[in-house]
């Protein structure tokens, strides 16, 4: 395994309530996360214990504050395993995207680095490991698309989603999540629904509303999608990135060469089933 090259795919939050709030300020959440077939990728080389490295260098991310090296420590620690670890991050998910690139890349290196180490641990325990990293890491240890509530980590899967083709749209800002969950306009109390009201009823995202005043560009990036005829588009989780389904007679390369400038797009998958699954027993 060492010298592969793992994958950390994106998720997309295809509905978002936010359903009250815990005392420690956290928000308690109902959404359902799915992955896409858009991903960062990680190449892990083996190094003296105790010493942990990221390659290359990321200006807004410097080494000790990086989620794959504060996953390796943890599992080092948390393990007893005298180890030590140079990771390789190919970034591609815009960083603030509400694509969860950065829980992604720390859940992959959960993933690998328990096989590599032969640490032992189970998928609930790395799932308790994850989640003391960021409340979106769980579900990238779950390895199926999920229904969540919680902060996001009581996870149940949901095999019926279907996996659509979508339009993927970062509208060039970056989306602070800690500042849109604190903001004073932000509305808390929305009542909890089911399963079967999702699956049956349109989906919507509460974050939407305030995201679109605090950030233009998350505005015009939703209208530009209606009135290009996506289906359903949609903030993912805090933001920036907006997605929407494709079909009818939808080019997406008509769009591409349409885009405003500043904006990236990607034609994306969702898939139900994460591609390290079966690294993990149950
Ligand atoms: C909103 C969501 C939806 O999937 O996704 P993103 O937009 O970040 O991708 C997540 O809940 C984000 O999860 P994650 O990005 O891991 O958040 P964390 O690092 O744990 O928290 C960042 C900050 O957001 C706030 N926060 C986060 C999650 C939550 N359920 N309630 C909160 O109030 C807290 O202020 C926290 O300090
Ligand atoms: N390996 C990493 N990749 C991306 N972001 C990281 C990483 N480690 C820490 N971060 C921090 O996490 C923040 C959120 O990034 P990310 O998870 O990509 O977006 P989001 O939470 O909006 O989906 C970044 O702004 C960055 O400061």
Redesign the pocket.
């Known amino acids: 395994m060492s010298g592969d090259t793992f994958p950390a795919p994106a998720k997309i939050n295809r509905m978002l309530r936010v359903v009250g709030r815990r005392e420690d300020g956290y928000h308690l959440l109902q959404t359902v996360f799915q992955y896409l077939d858009l991903a960062d990728t990680l190449q892990f080389r083996s190094l003296p214990a105790g010493q942990f490295r990221r390659f290359p260098k990321i200006a ?2 410097p080494e000790e ?4 090296l504060r996953a390796a420590r943890l599992l080092a620690e948390e393990t007893g395993c005298r180890e030590g670890v140079a990771i390789t ?1 190919d ?1 591609t ?1 815009p ?9 992604s ?1 720390a859940a992959t290196t959960l993933l690998v680095l328990n096989r590599l180490w032969g640490c032992g641990l189970k998928r609930p325990d790395l799932m308790e490991l994850g989640l003391r990293l960021g409340a ?1 890491v769980p579900v990238f240890l779950f390895g199926r698309s999920a229904w969540a509530e919680g902060i996001g980590e009581r996870l149940q899967a949901l095999p019926e989603l279907s996996e659509p083709r979508f339009f993927l749209i970062h509208p060039g800002v970056s ?1 602070h ?1 800690a500042a849109v969950f604190q903001h004073p306009r932000l509305t808390r109390r929305h009542p909890p629904i089911t399963i079967s009201a999702f699956l049956a009823e349109a989906p919507t995202n509460t974050l939407e509303a305030l995201v679109r005043q605090l950030y233009p560009a998350v505005d015009e990036c939703l209208r530009w999608m209606s009135a290009a005829g996506l289906h359903e588009p949609m903030l993912t ?2 933001g920036a990135c907006c997605f929407g389904q494709l079909g009818g007679t939808v080019e997406p390369e008509a769009l591409q060469a349409e885009l405003p400038s500043g904006w990236r797009a990607w034609v994306v998958q969702g898939r139900n089933i994460h591609p390290l699954q079966h690294l993990v027993e149950d």
């Open positions: 807004q991310v504050q990086d989620l794959c991050l970034k998910l960083m603030g995207g509400g694509l969860g690139g950065g829980s890349d979106d989306v999540t989780g805090s």
